[in-house]
């Protein structure tokens, strides 16, 4: 069975591959990820995951996973935020609204390159400002596409999700595992 390289170094991604029962290798590149202006996000997130694959060697037999996650609303991609006034900006847009989170997962060996994209919408309550302030102040805006992560405070602004709530996490590792077995890889 070929081996699992992931070429992330998102927590996240790490552990979900962990509970889903795969021993994999870790491998990085320092890929750029700036994007033109204007380019639709489930054509960023496909461009980019398959641009840090590209960017990672690998050897016979090995099967590279590499992804990229970014929240958009009404067409505008809000990555991770610069500062406090950026994320807060952010934080203030996604209030009582609806949003998209996408995934785009890229998989490689030497004879195949296969990449797709998941999309899940997420409507957040309506925030105050105090609530906002007080999410930045648990430091987990910083890391994260849209200044917020499902899996921890931010889960209590989520009022509904429709799709794939590990997408928004950052891997959907239900498409993931039936995408690796046609790689060839294979859980126990």
Same mark, same amino acid.
């Given at each position: 069975?070929?081996?699992?390289?992931?070429?992330?170094?998102?927590?996240?991604?790490?552990? =979900?591959?962990?509970?889903?029962?795969?021993?994999?290798?870790?491998?990085?590149?320092?890929?750029?990820?700036?994007?033109?202006?204007?380019?639709?996000?489930?054509?960023?997130?496909?461009?980019?995951?398959?641009?840090?694959?590209?960017?990672?060697?690998?050897?016979?037999?090995?099967?590279? =996973?590499?992804?990229? *996650?970014?929240?958009?609303?009404?067409?505008?991609?809000?990555?991770?935020?610069?500062?406090?006034?950026?994320?807060?900006?952010?934080?203030?847009?996604?209030?009582?609204?609806?949003?998209?989170?996408?995934?785009?997962?890229?998989?490689?060996?030497?004879?195949?390159?296969?990449?797709?994209?998941?999309?899940?919408?997420? *409507?957040?309550?309506?925030?105050?400002?105090?609530?906002?302030?007080?999410?930045?102040?648990?430091?987990?805006?910083?890391?994260?596409?849209?200044?917020?992560?499902?899996?921890?405070?931010?889960?209590?602004?989520?009022?509904?999700?429709?799709?794939?709530?590990?997408?928004?996490?950052?891997?959907?590792?239900?498409?993931?595992?039936?995408?690796?077995?046609?790689?060839?890889?294979?859980?126990?």
């Amino acid at each position: 069975m070929p081996t699992l390289i992931l070429g992330s170094q998102s927590p996240r991604r790490k552990g =979900l591959l962990k509970e889903a029962g795969y021993e994999f290798l870790l491998r990085v590149s320092g890929t750029d990820e700036e994007l033109e202006k204007g380019v639709p996000p489930e054509q960023a997130v496909s461009y980019l995951s398959k641009q840090k694959s590209l960017a990672i060697p690998i050897e016979e037999n090995e099967v590279l =996973l590499t992804a990229d *996650t970014l929240v958009s609303i009404d067409g505008e991609i809000l990555g991770k935020p610069a500062d406090e006034s950026e994320a807060f900006s952010f934080l203030t847009k996604l209030s009582g609204r609806t949003h998209q989170v996408h995934t785009g997962v890229t998989l490689r060996s030497k004879e195949h390159i296969h990449t797709f994209v998941v999309k899940t919408d997420v *409507t957040f309550f309506s925030l105050s400002d105090k609530e906002i302030y007080k999410y930045m102040e648990s430091g987990e805006a910083w890391d994260k596409a849209g200044g917020y992560g499902i899996q921890g405070k931010g889960a209590l602004f989520v009022k509904y999700i429709h799709g794939d709530y590990y997408s928004v996490v950052g891997l959907p590792i239900a498409k993931v595992v039936r995408e690796l077995e046609a790689f060839g890889v294979l859980l126990g």
